[in-house]
């Protein structure tokens, strides 16, 4: 005949954690729902490139229509002029028509996407 040692249950040991309850979830819950309603929140503005405005002028504008720095907008400019067209600005489709609006007021090329 064999003999088992019989520990008792869990002799020793914590018991293992219950799985997470709905009350526990709520907060991941609505942080993800949040960062999906953020992301299909997200608009662009394409800026296009023209044989007709100055290339510095188009950097300053850039500049002070996206809030992007100098160094961003000028990446921002060179590559519409080199590709034909850039993303000049991404965000909430209000913020999109604010940046447009400046561009437009210069003439610029542009669409929101």
Do not use: W
């Not at 993800?32 to 929140?41: E, H, K, L, M, Y």
């Not at 044989?51 to 002028?57: C, I, K, N």
């Not at 965000?91 to 561009?103: D, K, N, P, T, W």
Request: with cysteine; net charge neutral; aromatic share 4%.
């Amino acid at each position: 005949m064999v003999v088992m040692n019989r520990v008792a249950p869990h002799a020793g040991l914590t018991p293992p954690a219950r799985p997470g309850t709905d009350a526990d979830l709520a907060p991941l819950i609505r942080e993800i729902n949040a960062i999906g309603r953020a992301v299909a929140a997200q608009h662009r503005v394409i800026l296009f490139n023209d044989d007709v405005h100055d290339f510095r002028l188009v950097v300053q504008v850039v500049h002070l229509a996206t809030g992007a720095s100098l160094a961003k907008s000028y990446a921002i400019t060179l590559e519409a002029h080199e590709q034909g067209q850039a993303v000049a600005f991404t965000g909430a489709l209000a913020e999109c028509h604010r940046v447009a609006a400046i561009f437009a007021r210069v003439k610029l090329q542009h669409e929101i996407d």
